[in-house]
């Protein structure tokens, strides 16, 4: 695993002289930093983040209620705007205007947490599933509840997660399947414990950046309810989405507006969808109807990460079982300001115009420009896994989204760790290297110490050329001796 200085430009690499002599240290490159997840500083909404603050501190009405502990579901308003929202963007596949099927959350890390308070036992839930390649810190949060040791890689294909390979995984725990919850016999009626807990991203999955194909989500959501699993879908990108021209036409510029590609039919649709034709639902606030998908959303990639503000939609007892969580009934639901300042920026259009004039439209420029990078100095040394540019006009149009690009290193002698260690020792350049996205505990099941993933949403446009030149040089003068270095170390988490 690669190290980096909490600090790089202050302590980076090439600060010291080859001869280690700090009165003769040569001018440190500044970093570049391709590992880091983040959207870029000039893309955060300011202007619209005050407009939406001012609103909620001069309005009588709303301030207080925005100010104290919020009711366990979360800011009702907001709830209703984003039920009324995703029943628009999702209209084509029915999806109900129903504020009951929406959870207020402090962000999708946080409550993946919550999920796995009130919706597994660690002595009946079996394991946790985690497709594979993975977003490597969510591991953790499935460590802290109880399932260390307990993680599985479940590979990808072509279409997504490969459910061949993860039926194979649950028949394993079925001759001696526990009877019932031993440790959590408080969470019926409102909650459950799953047999199986199933992690994925199905659109723009981080870090190899495909969408599940429809089929694929439905063949996912009928194993589930075979085996007792619930699917957590981190659909964090699916509004940053974006048409890719081809590779011979011209973007007008990064300003243009970029409209959401109708958007494929989420797990959580799909499971509602199957379910309404086979189990009609006459109560439709049954304990029993908790479903075996939800989607966990976030307003961290689409506004601004320091709001900690998510949602889940689910069937409606799910969404009511998870707000009774001990957390949300003890502090009342999390970010119930920013909740509120959410709220202005939905009911006002500003959320839909930042996203369709700013967001995308900036997002879709850095991707051709990494693409182009990519093409023009990395193509003899690495594969690109997915989210190319097409070259014909017969070809189909094509989506991609996210903040990544996945890459296949093409010498079989080459090692990511090492090439992410080199990379910033001599070139001061922070890349993320493939096992960083192993399953914890399960790192044989699923390895990737041949793939690389650069981001091209944190850093500014002309350091993503540069960074790319940066690594080239150092692949192509991979088999020249190595000069030593006295490069600070420091944890990669510093830079996630």
Known sequence: MVLVPLHPSKAGPAAASAAGNSDQAIPTKPLINLL????????????????????VLADTGVVVDSLQYGPDSGFQPLREQLASYLSRIFAAYGVPND??????????????ACILQSFTDPAYTACVWVSAPCYFLMCPIFE????????????????????????????????????????????????????????????????????????RREQLVRLARKYDALLIADDVYDFLQWDVPRADAVLANKQTSVALPRPLPRLVDVDRMIRLEEEPIEDPKSSRRFGNAISNGSFSKIVAPGLRTGWVEATPAFAYGLAQTGSSKSGGAPSQFSAATINVLM????????????????????????????????????????GGLPTTDSELPTTYGGYFLWFKLRRADWSAAAISKRAFAQENLVIAEGPLFEVKGDEAGAQFDDHIRLCFAWEDEAKIEEGVERLARVLRNWDEPEAATDAPQAGAGDFK
Not at 36 to 55: C, E, I
Not at 99 to 112: F, H, K, L, M, V
Not at 161 to 171: I, S, Y
Not at 350 to 368: F, G, K, T
């Open 347 to 386: 009911r006002t259009g500003e959320l839909d115009r930042y996203l369709q004039e700013v967001m995308r439209p900036a997002l879709q420029w850095r991707h051709r420009l990494l693409i182009q990078a990519y093409e023009k100095h990395l193509s003899p040394f690495l594969e690109l896994k997915c």
């Open 144 to 215: 802290d509840s109880g399932f260390a040791g307990r993680l599985r890689a479940v590979p990808e294909d072509d279409q997504g997660t490969d459910v061949k390979a993860l039926e194979r995984g649950f028949k394993e725990f079925e001759s001696s399947p526990p009877s019932e919850p031993v440790y959590k016999n408080n969470l019926a009626p409102q909650r459950k414990a799953y047999r199986h807990i199933v992690y994925v991203v199905p659109a723009s999955s981080n870090p190899s950046g495909k969408t599940m194909t429809v089929s």
């Open 99 to 112: 504020p009951e099927r929406i959870c207020i959350t402090g962000g999708a890390s946080q409550n993946a």
């Open 36 to 55: 880091r997840g983040w959207p870029a500083p000039s893309l955060l909404p300011v202007d619209q983040l005050k407009m939406a603050t001012a609103d």
